[in-house]
């Protein structure tokens, strides 16, 4: 299996070339991704069952006016990222 070349290569490797950021960030972005499914999945089936569908549709609203500025945070942090990296050379 070949990694692509936007998901870092965390396959088993001897620990003195394991890249452990990589690793981590990778981790840290699937937890996020499960975590964002889990709420929105089982807050919005909770919602549906006790209030009906238009609140659920109301919540899977305010679920996505929410990730706005999420989405604006993460875009801020990659972009310090990539400025940080360009001026340190690496």
Do not use: H, K, N
């Not at 305010?62 to 400025?83: N, R, S, T």
Request: charged content about 15%; hydrophobic content about 50%.
């Amino acid at each position: 299996m070949t990694p692509s070349p936007e998901e870092p290569d965390v396959s088993p490797r001897p620990s003195s070339e394991r890249d452990l950021r990589a690793y981590s960030r990778a981790t840290l972005r699937r937890l996020g991704l499960g975590a964002a499914i889990v709420v929105l999945g089982v807050g919005t089936l909770l919602v549906a069952l006790l209030q009906g569908a238009p609140a659920a549709v109301g919540s899977l609203l305010c679920f996505g006016v929410a990730l706005v500025p999420i989405g604006l945070i993460i875009l801020a942090f990659q972009f310090i990222d990539w400025a940080l990296r360009r001026t340190r050379g690496s």
